[in-house]
Each structure stands twice: as structure tokens, then as C-alpha cells.
């Protein structure tokens, strides 16, 4: 007699949504304005994004999370010069990205947003507490960083590539399994946020070593024995471990995600709301979607759908 495969867990879609504005901003053609002439085309990018999600997953349980703490997280005042390599976003992105916000709230979709926390530490302080009311997660996401964050119910999607992969999946795709990603970059650094790592550990040798002690604390603890390894440099990377063993535990802080930042504006398990006629029309003709999109957005909120109104110049399909 076969016994009857458990139901799977529900699922809380969690959606790194500064990454696909970004996306949308650099892919998009600059053709596309606002009533007062300003760009919107990582508007229309990241709506089709989102309409694209609704339409394929239908998620009943969803949370999109925008980063707000561009220059404010508490990362900079751990280390200054956290993601000093990145340009501040222009005032023609920052505009768009309160277009995004106001695009989620009138589809009904709850947002996480903070000044002091980046988008990563929303969604996983979210996860943990969805996890309590036994949901998994599926972070829509490339972001390597967010893979610290699976377990065995998880998974992550890269949307763009069509790949979804879950914590077994970390260690073919990053060289460590999931719990290490962030002792991982650690030690060998991260370019993208500016995180420097242990001068002389790149990424083969951090994965060496992580495969060897498991963990960041236990090749600091047991650090005598790296230059024993049989890997080429080893003598040299207990010297570099000695000396920069501060640096690397800072690094760790900067690279792990936070789990208990505040959530304040939404409330767990995140249940899709109702969407607002009115804002969403206010918001489609400021900027300038056509009535494809609007017939879209009418369905993806859940209202009726209504006559298109005329069509402005330089609105898109």
C-alpha cells in the first residue's frame, strides 16, 4: 500500500525588486516620460517583470522588497566604505523607483522597505517568519548573497534565466553549500558591495577551506593547521588568516543577512490585497501605459476591466 506524499509547503514569493528596476533601467529604451517629461522606461521594464510573475504564478502570498538604504544601512556604519564603489542612483532612477513602489501598492501587493536595511535583510527577516507559519520560501532573485538564505523547503529563481534551485542546488553554482555563502564571502571577498574579504583568499581557496574546517569559526580556531593542507599556498594563507582575522569576522557581518529586521508596513504571511482602481488609473496615465499594460494591471489587481481611455503620445503598448 503506498502511503500518500505529504502536500508541499505554501509558498511566500519574495521578489528583490531593486534588482529588476535596476535591470529594467539599463535595458530599457529611454523613450517613455512622465507628465513632466521625466523617463519611466524602468516603470514599464519592472511592470512587465511583475505582470509577468502575476500572470505565470498567481501567488496568493507575495512581498516585494525595495532597497531604501542606498547610503543609511547599518553595514555603513560597520565599515564606511560598503558599496562605496557604486555611483548614487541619479534623480531619474529615484523618481522611477517611487513610481515601482506606488505600481505594488495599487495592485495590492505588500511592499518591505527600510531605511536602514537593504532589501536582502527584508526578505530573509520575512522568510524566518513566514517559516513559522509553515511556509516556504521562493526568492525571485540572482543575487548570489540571498542563496544563504535556503533550506530544504526553499528555493531560489533567477526570473530572467528561467532557473530555479534550492539549498542542495548552492554547492554546484557557488563552490559551498548554502550555510557557508556568507563565511564564504568572507574570506574571499565580494567585489559588487565593495566587501574587501582576506587579501591573498580568492574563491577556490575559501572553498578549500570551508570544505575542510565547515565553517569561518572553525578555521580561525583551528588555524594552525591550514598551513598543513595539501593546497598550493597554504603556508601563506595561515599568515594571511592570522593577520586578517579581524577583518575577515568583519566581513562576515557584512555579508551575512540580517533576519530580524523590522517589517513594518506589511503583515505575515503577506496576502495578496486588493487592488485600487483609482490609483492604478492615476498611475498608468502619468506614466503613459498603453492599454495592453492597463488591461494587464486591471487583471493582475483583480478588477473589472474598463473602457481604455484615449492614448497620449509617447505612451507605450
Known sequence: ???????????????????????AWHSMPDEFRDADGWPTNAVHGFARFLLDLIERERPRHIAIAFD?????????????????????APAELKRQFAYCKSLCAALGLPVLAHREYEADDLIGSALVLVRAQG??????????????????????????????????GVK??????AHQVADFLAL???AVDNIPGVPGIGSKTAAVLLAHF???????????????LRFRGAAQAAVRLRQHREQALLCRQLSTVALDAPIDDATPPFVRGNG??????????????????????QAAAGLAETQDPPQHVGSAP
Open 172 to 177: 554546484a553554482r557557488q563552490g559551498v553549500h
Open 276 to 297: 485600487d482602481a483609482g490609483m492604478l488609473a492615476a498611475l498608468a496615465d502619468a506614466v503613459g501605459f498603453g492599454p495592453m499594460t492597463r488591461r494587464r494591471l
Open 68 to 88: 531604501e538604504a542606498l547610503d543609511s544601512c547599518f553595514r555603513n556604519a560597520l565599515y564606511p566604505a560598503y558599496k562605496a564603489n557604486r555611483d548614487p
Open 1 to 23: 500500500m503506498s502511503v500518500p506524499l505529504p502536500a508541499p509547503l505554501p509558498a511566500l514569493h519574495l521578489v528583490d525588486a531593486s534588482l529588476y528596476v535596476f535591470r
Open 188 to 190: 574571499s571577498g565580494d
Open 214 to 228: 565547515g565553517s569561518l569559526d572553525a578555521l580561525l580556531e583551528r588555524v594552525d593547521e591550514v598551513a598543513f
Open 135 to 168: 511556509f516556504r520560501g521562493v526568492i525571485v532573485s540572482a543575487d548570489k548573497d540571498l542563496s544563504q538564505l535556503l533550506e530544504t523547503h526553499d528555493e531560489q529563481w533567477d526570473f530572467a534565466r528561467g532557473v530555479r534551485w534550492g539549498a542542495a
